[in-house]
C-alpha cells in the first residue's frame, strides 16, 4: 500500500480547522492528520515538505460536460444531447465518458479533482449525471456515485431545439406539461411496481426512463434543473413541490432577483458559467454578484465552469471574481469544495480533509484566488498526478 507524508504545510480542511501540520495518506485515503508532527514516519512513506504551502482539498466543479462533451472534436465527440425525443430519461451520461477528453488533463492541472458530468440542456429531460475524479483510464473506475441527479431543462434550450423542429415543446408551457406528464407516469409505473411485489402479474414492462424517474421519485437522486430565468426557477421549484422530490437549481443566473425567495424554499444552486458572454436573451442580467447575494440569503451555493463553455482549469478564477464581486471569500471556497460535495451528495468522500475521506489534496503556491497562484502537486485517490505521475 502507498504512503505519503505530507509536512509543514498551512493545512486549510474546509471542515472549520486551519492549522499547520501534516496530513499521513495511506493507499486512496487520509490515514491521519494534525498540527504536530508526533507520529513517526513510516520508513517507506514517501514524504513531501511543501515549506509552508497551501494545502485545501481538491475543487469540485458542481456541473460542467468534461468527457461527454469532448473539446477539439466537432460530431464526434459531442454526446451530451440526444436531439431526437424531447424525454430522454434513460440516457446515461456514463455511456458517452471518454477519459481520455483533454478537459480531465486541464481539470488536473487547474486543482480540479472531481466534477458532475451531465447531459446538455436541449431537452426536458436528459437523462442522469455522474459524480467522478479527474483521473483516470477507465469511466467505471472514476466514478463516484452513479446516478447523482437526472438533468431537467427549462427556458430558451429546450424551445430553440424542438420548436425548430415544429414539435413539443415550443413555449415554456410545454416544456412544464411534458415534464409533469412524465414524472405522472413514473408515479403510475412506482405503483404498479409496488403491486407487482405481492402480485407479479400486476408488474408493468420494463421501462428504463421510467424506472430511473422512479428513483427521483423516492428521493435517491434529484432533478438538476437547468433554469436561466426567475420566472423558469420558481416553475422548477413549482413542479419539484407538486411532486415532493429534491431540486439542485443549475445555472441560476437571475436567482439574486429572487435571492430572498430561494433562501426561503431551501434548494441549493449551483451558480454558473459566469466567466462567459451573454450568448442568449435569459443571460442578459448574469452577474458575479449572483453566488454572494445567494449565499447572504441563506442558498447552500456551488460554483460550475460549464465546461467546455468556461475552461474547467478557470474554477477558482471564477470563485476569485466572485469574491471581487463581493462573496465572502469563504463561501466562495465552499461553494467549490464542501458545498459542491454535499450538493452533490458525495460529502462523506470528498470535500473536505477528514481522516477517512478520499486523499484528493491540492498543495498551492499562493491562495487559489490570487492569480499568481498554481498547484504545486494535485493528489488524487493518494496519487500524485501533477506535477507528474508517479
Not at 464526434?76 to 481520455?100: L, Q, S
Not at 408551457?173 to 408515479?187: E, H, I, N, S, Y
Not at 420558481?234 to 439574486?256: K, P, Q, S, Y
Request: charged share 25%; proline share 5%.
Amino acid at each position: 500500500m502507498k504512503k505519503l507524508y505530507i509536512k509543514n504545510g498551512l493545512i486549510k480542511t474546509m471542515a472549520g480547522q486551519e492549522f499547520m501540520g501534516y496530513i499521513y495518506i495511506q493507499g486512496t485515503k487520509i490515514a491521519a492528520l494534525g498540527k504536530t508532527e508526533d507520529m513517526n514516519i513510516p520508513e517507506d512513506a514517501e514524504v513531501i515538505d511543501v515549506g509552508g504551502a497551501l494545502v485545501l482539498p481538491g475543487f469540485i466543479d458542481a456541473h460542467c460536460h468534461v468527457g461527454i462533451g469532448e473539446e477539439i472534436y466537432r460530431w464526434e465527440g459531442e454526446d451530451f444531447n440526444e436531439m431526437t425525443d424531447p424525454v430522454t430519461p434513460d440516457m446515461r451520461a456514463i455511456d458517452g465518458i471518454n477519459p481520455e477528453d483533454e478537459g480531465f488533463r486541464d481539470a488536473r492541472l487547474g486543482g480540479v479533482t472531481a466534477v458532475f458530468t451531465v447531459p446538455g440542456s436541449a431537452n426536458v429531460i436528459g437523462g442522469t449525471g455522474v459524480v467522478m475524479k479527474t483521473a483516470g483510464k477507465i469511466v467505471d473506475k472514476m466514478i463516484v456515485r452513479d446516478p447523482a441527479g437526472m438533468k431537467i431543462a427549462f427556458g430558451e434550450n429546450p424551445k430553440m431545439v424542438y420548436g425548430e423542429q415544429k414539435k413539443m415543446p415550443m413555449t415554456r408551457m410545454g416544456t412544464a406539461a411534458l415534464l409533469r406528464q412524465t414524472l405522472v407516469d413514473a408515479q403510475t409505473y412506482k405503483d404498479k411496481l409496488e403491486q407487482g411485489e405481492t402480485d407479479p402479474d400486476k408488474l408493468p414492462e420494463r421501462d428504463l426512463g421510467l424506472e430511473v424517474l422512479v428513483k427521483v421519485l423516492n428521493r435517491e437522486i434529484p432533478l438538476r434543473a437547468h433554469a436561466h430565468r426567475a420566472d423558469d426557477i420558481m416553475t422548477a421549484i413549482r413542479i419539484a413541490r407538486e411532486f415532493n422530490v429534491d431540486l439542485v437549481i443549475e445555472h441560476c443566473t437571475e436567482g439574486h432577483k429572487i435571492a430572498e425567495e430561494l433562501g426561503e424554499q431551501g434548494y441549493p444552486a449551483v451558480v454558473g458559467p459566469l466567466l462567459t458572454n451573454r450568448s442568449k436573451v435569459e443571460l442578459k442580467d448574469k452577474s458575479f454578484q449572483t453566488p454572494g447575494i445567494l449565499a447572504k440569503a441563506g442558498v447552500k451555493v456551488a460554483i460550475m465552469t460549464d465546461h467546455s463553455v468556461t475552461p474547467i482549469e478557470q474554477l477558482p478564477l471564477c470563485a476569485a471574481l466572485a469574491c471581487k464581486a463581493g462573496m465572502d471569500e469563504e463561501d466562495a471556497l465552499r461553494a467549490i469544495t464542501i458545498n459542491a460535495a454535499e450538493i452533490l451528495g458525495v460529502s462523506d468522500r470528498i470535500g473536505t480533509l477528514e481522516v477517512g475521506k478520499d486523499a484528493d489534496i491540492v498543495i498551492w503556491s499562493e491562495h487559489p484566488f490570487t492569480i499568481k497562484a498554481n498547484p504545486l502537486y494535485v493528489i488524487i485517490n493518494g496519487k500524485i498526478v501533477k506535477p507528474e505521475a508517479r
